[in-house]
Structure formats: C-alpha cells, structure tokens
Nanobody, 121 residues
Framework: QVQLVESGGGLVQAGGSLTLSCAAS????????MEWYRQAPGKQRELVAG???????NYSDSVKGRFTISRDNAKRTVYLQMNSLKPEDTAVYYC???????????????WGQGTQVTVSS
C-alpha cells in the first residue's frame, strides 16, 4: 500500500513563509514526477508546481518566483518552499506522485490527504 503524507501546513501572515513536505511510503519501485496541487474553497484543484525525477521543475504563473519545489529521492520526499505568501494562496495543498510499485506494473498517480495553508492579511 502506497501512502503520501503531507506536513508543514498552518497559519501564517501575509509575506511569511512555509515549507510543505510530502513523504511517500510503502512498497515502491520508483517515483517519477511529483507535483503539488491546491484547492481553495469553491474552486477547482489546480497544479502549483511539479518536479521530474531528474529535477526539472515547472510552476504555475501565480507562484512563479515565490515558491520552490524540490525533492530528495533517497527519502522519497518532495518539498514546497513557499515565500512571500499572499491571502490568495490560502488552500488545501495536496501532493501527487507518479509511482510504480513493481518492475512490471505501470505507474499510477497517488494522492496525499492534503494539508491546510491559511494566509492572513
């Protein structure tokens, strides 16, 4: 059973910083792309940032220059460093991993349970 567990969310004032972590555990052969999504109340879930196994990154325009995604393959963990936070960054943040559990099984996407980030003005 594969699990993704996020941590690091909380309440922060505008302009502040938070770092989210997402650790994968269970029977895992390999982890390909890892991504962070967020979902604000009443809105659709949106992609925030992604990182390939080799470290190539991409960001949504709304967070580019403020957020940094990184990963530690040995720890099976992806991070999201969030700086200069704004009230509009308030959302539940979810991590997503494209994971293969055996050498022959195709990879599939797994989701974490989410962590709340609230930015006060």
């Amino acid at each position: 059973q594969v699990q993704l567990v996020e941590s690091g969310g909380g309440l922060v004032q505008a302009g502040g910083s938070l770092t989210l972590s997402c650790a994968a555990s269970g029977i895992i052969f390999s982890i390909n792309d890892m991504e962070w999504y967020r979902q604000a109340p009443g809105k659709q879930r949106e992609l925030v940032a992604g990182i390939t196994r080799g470290g190539n990154t991409n960001y949504s325009d709304s967070v580019k220059g403020r957020f940094t995604i990184s990963r530690d393959n040995a720890k099976r963990t992806v991070y999201l460093q969030m700086n200069s936070l704004k009230p509009e960054d308030t959302a539940v943040y979810y991590c997503n991993g494209d994971i293969r559990i055996t050498t022959i099984a195709p990879s599939r996407k797994y989701w974490g349970q989410g962590t709340q980030v609230t930015v006060s003005s």
